[in-house]
């Protein structure tokens, strides 16, 4: 799993800003890919971050890296937690809730909309996208906006301009320890 690639698609998690990002690489077995996930804990655990596999199989592997912290504080609030239970989560920790996130995820080849919840998007959003994504949203970055659209668009830009930061710092040789925050 390259650095390069965690820095592309996780700087705003890193950098703490986000709660979560997930994006997809390649692996030639299974050593490998927790091989690679081991060494990333190793140096990320003093960070307040956590890398897992969300799913894998065929070579392809869907890793979430992600700040538990924040995790259990956003899937705490209320919104969440109705969204969460709605979709039929029991009630529990974070981490049981990501556990059954995974198992559905697992299962199904698709990613099931509460999914938005897990990686820090406004639970209201997640809600509209649920409920009827076919409604006009009003802006769409990271995710849609149905809400807020100003401050949808200042944290659109905000991320942009971490990613930006840190594809620059990684690129001219600061580490992927260095980048990770610590929160």
């Not at 998690?13 to 050593?31: H, I, P, S």
């Not at 994504?133 to 802006?139: M, P, T, V």
Request: glycine letters at 8%; hydrophobic letters at 35%; proline letters at 4%.
């Amino acid at each position: 799993m390259s650095e390069e690639m965690i820095v592309r698609h996780c700087s705003p998690t890193l950098a703490g800003l986000k709660t979560a990002n997930m994006f997809t690489c390649r692996y030639r077995d299974e050593d490998e890919l927790r091989g690679d996930l081991r060494r990333l804990n190793a140096s990320f655990g003093k960070k307040g971050l956590r890398a897992i596999p969300l799913r894998a199989e065929a070579g392809s592997a869907l890793v979430y890296i992600y700040r538990p912290k924040k995790l259990e504080k956003d899937l705490g609030s209320p919104v969440s937690n109705a969204i969460l239970s709605e979709q039929g989560y029991g009630e529990g920790t974070a981490s049981s809730r990501l556990s059954e996130l995974i198992r559905r995820l697992r299962k199904n080849e698709g990613f099931p909309h509460e999914i938005g919840l897990f990686l820090g998007y406004p639970p209201d959003d997640v809600r509209c996208f649920i409920c009827d994504r076919n409604r006009d949203c009003k802006c769409v970055g990271c995710w849609r906006a149905y809400n807020n659209e100003k401050q949808a668009e200042k944290t659109f830009a905000l991320f942009k301009k971490c990613t930006d930061v840190y594809c620059r710092l990684y690129s001219q040789g600061s580490s992927l320890e260095r980048l990770a925050v610590a929160v």
